[in-house]
């Protein structure tokens, strides 16, 4: 696999990983005592970070960080797992799901979202077989046939940058990444720490 780097976003809360408490207002404790739980959306495949494991559960970086914000402050958390990103998007805007731990920012989730500081940087970057030409910018991308996860905010962000760019929409990492290898797409893009981890764990080069 080739790649490119694209840019760097962070995942979003911000919170000290120590066994202290955190100081709440009389005003929060109230509303977290009268709250009986907190619906998290987590994601299907995009481990290391939010993903359900081969055991069924909900794993990553960011489930440890909801935890403990549960454990720091009381909240009740329950997860909800089993849903494509867009649908998980979906449901966070209609209120159906009241936190999504791995969320890039954009101006328009902005809408209906509210972003806390990142707990962690991702750098996104453009995956390509071993044999393709390499790429040395974005505009490189031009006339290419791109997979892309669904609801992912980088679309936008390279439809701008690269007008003549083609987007194949994915449901998931591992069809964005078949969709390359069965030359169905040029290039996928995704978080590099994310698709490193899932070609190890599965073994798949090319």
């Known amino acids: 696999v080739i790649w490119l780097l694209l840019g760097v976003v962070s995942l979003l809360p911000d919170m000290a990983f120590s066994e202290e408490s955190v100081a709440l207002t009389a005003e929060e404790s109230q509303w977290i005592a009268g709250t009986p739980s907190i619906t998290v959306g987590g994601e299907m495949d995009w481990a290391p970070f939010d993903f359900v494991g081969s055991d069924g559960t909900y794993q990553g970086l960011s489930r440890d960080v909801m935890d403990l914000v549960a454990q720091k402050t009381g909240l009740k958390l329950t997860y909800k797992t ?97 969709a390359v290898l069965l030359g169905q797409a040029d290039a996928y893009v995704d978080g590099y720490a994310v698709v490193s981890y899932h070609l190890a764990e599965n073994m798949q080069t090319g």
Do not use: C
Request: no cysteine.
């Open 82 to 178: 089993g849903q494509t990103w867009a649908n998980l998007l979906k449901a966070l805007e209609e209120g159906k799901l009241d936190v999504l731990p791995a969320i890039y920012h954009s101006e328009e989730r902005a809408a209906f979202t509210i972003f806390t500081d990142p707990y962690f940087t991702v750098r996104d970057y453009v995956f390509m077989r071993d044999d393709a030409a390499p790429l040395t910018k974005i505009d490189d991308l031009a006339n290419k046939k791109v997979a892309v996860i669904g609801g992912y905010v980088i679309i936008d962000r390279l439809q701008n940058q690269v007008p003549e760019m083609e987007f194949l929409e994915v449901n998931s990492l591992q069809e964005g990444v078949n």
